[in-house]
């Protein structure tokens, strides 16, 4: 993967994130607290993805799909 695609993803798994915190919140204001924990989740899991592209690190996901 070269370095110009690289950085795509890594903008793309950030504004995933970002979106899934936004949606987190909103569940939190409406007290669904079992779908706030769920796009707190997912925000955390696209963001740690952001950091293994960016690190050129192989992800735990794509290890377990061998």
Not at 17 to 31: G, I, P, V
Not at 37 to 64: E, K, M, T
């Amino acid at each position: 993967m070269n370095e110009e695609d690289r950085k795509t993803l890594v903008k793309l798994e950030i504004e995933k994130a970002q979106k899934f915190l936004c949606q987190a919140k909103e569940m939190e204001t409406m007290s669904y607290w079992d779908l706030a924990a769920n796009r707190y989740y997912y925000a955390c899991f696209h963001a740690v993805q952001a950091l293994f592209i960016h690190d050129g690190s192989p992800s735990p996901c794509s290890a377990a799909m061998k």
